[in-house]
């Protein structure tokens, strides 16, 4: 176990760390030159303190931090970065507590280092060791542009396996503020996410399913919001406890996310066994998908189980789907069409599968299906051991 875990500082910061902690008689002190490493490296080290250096950009520098905070909320993380008001902003959303600048003095440094220690060993001494538990499949919808089709895909699945699976499948709409799974479904809850969040009470597996709205082909929803001010109320790890309360209730858990990846859709593919990754066919989609596979690779969301869609991928004056595939540097899993009645389907509130069995756009929907459920039965269902983190699956495919 070390003290503090240095990343993404040069060797000019390194020493300047050491210097100013040498007074603080803080010496057990270890680097991650990787930063894509850190959150493993962490795994072994077990440090108090994390601190995230400038070699990042800021904005990858608090997505790592709010990494750390999930994975593990029991290290304090300082970010060595100017202390703008628009950084501490989001580092305070992240869950960071502390910024000092690089070039901040000695002092103020040993400071700033030394608060984060106290905080570190306070959150050791309270944290219990997560016990080991078995989840089922919990699939996020995912895509860095709007308007993409997460959606579509979305709800079409959770249709599409509650009608192999009733009763076993709920949809949760974590696009918080403008969330339309209600919508493309024909509900009208009575509850949301937001009930969820009753201050100093807290939600249980029975509790959670009040809140749910019955669809009629038997799958449930955890609808959006009502209003968009409400989402204000819905932190990231009280929307990773409602996916992993629903993980144990339900055989499938489907999250349709917002675009890009905020914090909420990042703690909820922290918790998910696989990733639908939408991309269209334009070159500004098929970037931003690979940079969100880069951003995977960065935070550590390598263990999900990934599926790549490309959504309407008969477009004409888009990118040839094996131009996305080498700019994604992977081969597409399912191309979905496009299709006048995709949109009625959804102004109408009546998914695909619901309706229409045999066009192209549903034998693609179909096709997607059939990777997470085949004949009725569960394909590859995955066990989640929560004290090692990893996912394993029970029949390889
Ligand atoms: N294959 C398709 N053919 C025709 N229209 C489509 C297709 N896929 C999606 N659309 C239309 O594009 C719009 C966006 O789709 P959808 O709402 O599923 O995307 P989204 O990724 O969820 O968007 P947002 O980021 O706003 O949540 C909708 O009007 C939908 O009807
Ligand atoms: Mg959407």
Redesign the pocket.
């Known amino acids: 176990m070390s003290e503090l875990l240095l990343t993404a500082c040069d060797i000019e910061l390194i020493t300047r760390v050491r210097a100013a902690l040498e007074a603080a008689a803080i010496r057990d002190i270890v680097r991650s030159d990787d930063p894509t490493g850190v959150l493993d490296r962490m795994d072994a080290e077990r440090p108090l303190v994390v601190a995230i250096g400038p070699a990042i950009e800021d904005e990858a520098a608090i997505s790592l931090a709010g990494a750390i905070e999930r994975r593990h909320p029991d290290v304090a993380v300082v970010l060595l970065a100017q202390p703008t008001s628009a950084v501490w902003e989001q580092a305070l959303r992240a869950g960071i507590r502390e910024i000092v600048a690089p070039d901040a003095s000695p002092e103020a440094m040993r400071n700033s280092f030394e608060r984060a220690m106290e905080v570190g060993r306070r959150r050791q001494s309270n944290s219990v060791a997560p016990t080991p538990t078995r989840s089922n499949r919990v699939i996020a919808?995912v895509?860095p542009?709007?308007?993409?089709?997460?959606?579509?895909?979305?709800?079409n699945l959770a249709i599409g396996l509650a009608q192999r699976h009733p009763h076993d499948v709920v949809i949760i709409d974590l696009?918080l503020q403008?969330?339309?799974v209600g919508n493309?479904l024909r509900l009208v809850p009575d509850s949301t996410i937001a009930d969820t969040v009753v201050p100093g009470i807290s939600i249980d597996t029975t509790s959670i399913k009040a809140f749910l709205t019955p669809h009629p082909t038997d799958l449930l929803a955890l609808c959006a919001p009502k209003s968009p001010a409400d989402a204000d109320e819905i932190s990231p790890k009280h929307g990773s406890q409602v996916i992993e309360l629903l993980a144990h209730e339900f055989t499938y858990v489907i999250i349709?996310?917002?675009?890009g990846l905020d914090e909420w859709t990042l703690a909820a593919l922290e918790c998910s066994t696989d990733i639908i990754l939408?991309s269209g066919t334009d070159v500004a989609s098929a970037r931003s998908a690979r940079k969100a596979l880069d951003a995977f690779d960065l935070l550590g969301i390598t263990s999900q189980q990934r599926h790549f869609v490309q959504?309407?991928?008969d477009s004409k004056v888009g990118l040839s789907a094996s131009d996305i595939e080498s700019t994604l540097g992977t081969t597409m899993d399912i191309l979905?069409?496009?299709?006048?009645?995709?949109?009625?389907?959804?102004?109408q509130g009546v998914p695909i599968l619901e309706s229409q069995k045999r066009t192209p756009?549903s034998k693609s929907l179909v096709e997607l299906l059939d990777r997470f459920s085949t004949n009725g039965s569960h394909a590859a269902t995955p066990v989640q051991d929560r004290s090692t983190k990893s996912w394993r699956r029970r029949d390889p495919r």
């Open positions: 919808v895509s542009k709007g308007g993409a089709g997460k959606t579509l895909i979305s709800t696009d403008f969330g339309d493309a349709d996310t917002s675009a939408v959504n309407r991928a979905i069409p496009s299709s006048r009645s995709v949109p009625i389907s959804m102004n756009v």
